[in-house]
């Protein structure tokens, strides 16, 4: 089913068809949390072929499965940073606080602390947040190997600059 469902999103755009697929396979085996995780990643990608009215309605399918998926299976750093972006895109800023508390609890190599607030700055810079785009900018900014630096530092100049508008 979890293929058939992302056949039909990847090859149909039908997202009714491929979220209803997910469903099924999760009232089949409620312990695959891999249906969870695949089910919330299509609801995010849904969210682009939907009117702006309908869209939060998809975020907050994610954020609803990728809950129910870390309930089951809670290590992976890379699933909480998920679902603090899909609650930052909601609006819900403690939400979003409390997963990206719990992806810093669970930093790795593979996703450092500092990489974790220089995309949690990011995303709060596209939402237009820019006092929490500086806070976790700067917090970045402060564990960021030396390499990094001017990135970082460019970032948090557009950010001081309060302009969230680039140029093409």
């Known amino acids: 089913r979890n293929e058939y469902a992302r056949l039909a ?9 491929a979220l209803t697929l ?12 891999a249906s969870y995780f695949d089910r919330a990643e299509v609801n995010k990608a849904c969210v682009a072929l939907q009117a702006p009215e309908d869209q939060d309605e998809y ?18 750093p890379k699933h909480w940073l998920q679902l603090a972006e899909i609650y930052i895109r909601l609006g819900q800023t403690v939400d979003a606080t409390a997963a990206y508390e719990e992806t810093i609890k669970r ?31 700067e917090q970045a900014l402060e564990m960021a190997p030396p390499d990094a630096t001017p990135i970082i530092q460019q970032f948090l100049s557009l950010v001081e600059s309060g302009s969230t508008e680039t140029e093409g």
């Open 107 to 137: 930093a790795s190599d593979d996703i450092p602390p500092w990489q974790i607030d220089f995309t949690m700055a990011q995303w709060y810079f596209e939402e237009d947040d820019l006092q929490n785009a500086e806070i976790f900018g």
């Open 9 to 17: 999103f990847i090859l149909e755009q039908d997202c009714d068809r």
């Open 22 to 33: 997910y469903d099924e396979s999760i009232k089949r085996d409620p312990y695959y949390t």
């Open 59 to 76: 975020y907050a399918r994610a954020a609803e499965s990728m809950v129910d998926a870390l309930e089951r299976d809670s290590g992976s």
